[in-house]
């Protein structure tokens, strides 16, 4: 059984859920975050993965009992970067191969 399921980039959750509940734009957040608009952007966007540095960065800035917790983002972006890879394997690899390898 296959299942489709195309997990979001956490970066989409910041910019779609995180930033309109605090009522912040794209550069007040990087101000608080510490951090680069540009830099900020490119993981919005998904361009660019949350780094174990920015995870630590949402943890403290969010807090943990408000959703902030370093190692869930982390888990999210592990989540999608594991989905994007399986997803190009199974493309490029068919299971009768990986037997006879």
Same mark, same amino acid.
């Given at each position: 059984? #296959? ?9 989409? $959750?910041?910019?779609?859920?995180? =930033? ?6 794209? $550069? ?10 540009? #830099? =900020? #952007?490119?993981? =919005?966007n ?8 920015m995870?630590?960065?949402?943890? %403290? ?12 983002w982390?888990?999210?972006?592990? $989540?999608?970067?594991?989905? %994007?890879?399986? #997803?190009?394997?199974?493309? %490029?690899?068919?299971?009768?191969? =990986?037997?006879?390898?």
């Amino acid at each position: 059984m #296959s299942r489709i399921y195309n997990p979001p980039h956490p970066g989409e $959750t910041l910019r779609d859920d995180v =930033l309109p509940a605090l009522g912040l734009s794209v $550069t007040e957040a990087a101000d608080q975050l510490g951090v680069a608009r540009p #830099s =900020l #952007s490119r993981v =919005l966007n998904g361009r660019a993965a949350i780094s174990p540095e920015m995870a630590l960065r949402i943890e %403290q800035w969010l807090g943990v009992e408000n959703g902030g917790r370093a190692d869930l983002w982390l888990a999210e972006q592990v $989540t999608y970067d594991l989905w %994007q890879a399986r #997803s190009k394997f199974n493309a %490029q690899v068919k299971p009768a191969e =990986l037997i006879a390898a």
